[in-house]
């Protein structure tokens, strides 16, 4: 079985604070998904990593995939309120429609 | 833009009561997908379709069954409702290697 883990399970910090989100398994993925969920609503996706030591920039947002495409981190650079949400990572295999999400990481930005 | 619409978004059951959760998309995407959501967890599949006519199980399928008679609609049903189905519940929809759009989701609470 297939397992993502993340880490770390909640965080909460100052706004303009840095903030690393990890995301790693002993399994290897084919892409990593990287999703933000906020209270009553779906996920929605941020980033599609697909190669390993693939880097992505979303604005302040910065995602990386793991070299052996297991692992994969979420970089937050001066985080603002608006960042809060639910992060999820999942990992898709062969078969990309059968995702692997992890538990997710709540992060709380105090202004 | 409608997206993925799910109904009802809160639901109250009792023990051993059916019901039905609706989802419809109007995206033409072939893969649709049911998740439940627990707190502090990530999400869980259970079950998916590849396409009309076409369904499969997932992660956590026991006491759900779903049909895909259009290629719009993925209803989830619930024949004897039990308290661990007391979750949040997702459909989404996607194309083939694509990420997934979510609905809202739908709270469910069995006691």
């Known amino acids: 079985t297939q397992l993502l883990e993340q880490s770390p399970q909640f965080l909460s910090i100052q706004e303009g604070e840095n903030l690393t989100v990890y995301c790693n398994s002993s399994?290897?993925?084919?892409?990593l998904q990287w999703y933000r969920q906020e209270p009553g609503e779906g996920p929605v996706l941020l980033v599609t990593v697909v190669t390993g030591g693939e880097v992505k920039k979303l604005k302040r947002l910065t995602f990386q995939f793991g070299d052996a495409r297991k692992d994969s981190s979420l970089h937050i650079t001066a985080a603002q309120p608006g960042d809060t949400g639910l992060y999820l990572c999942?990992?898709?295999?062969?078969?990309?429609?059968?995702?692997?999400f992890g538990s997710g990481t709540r992060l709380l930005v105090r202004p | 833009n409608a997206g993925v619409t799910q109904t009802p978004k809160f639901r109250i059951l009792k023990i051993g009561q059916s019901m039905t959760l609706q989802c419809t998309q109007d995206m033409n995407h072939n893969y649709m997908y049911w998740y439940r959501q627990d707190p502090g967890m990530g999400l869980k599949l259970i079950y998916y379709s590849v396409g009309a006519g076409i369904t499969d199980k997932g992660e956590v399928p026991n006491g759900y069954n779903v049909s895909r008679s259009t290629t719009e609609d993925f209803p989830l049903r619930l024949e004897l409702a039990a308290p661990s189905q007391t979750s949040v519940y997702f459909c989404a929809s996607s194309l083939i290697n694509s990420p997934l759009h979510f609905g809202n989701g739908t709270r469910l609470t069995v006691t």
């Open positions: 399994s290897v993925f084919s892409s």
């Open positions: 999942a990992g898709g295999g062969d078969s990309s429609y059968k995702l692997i």
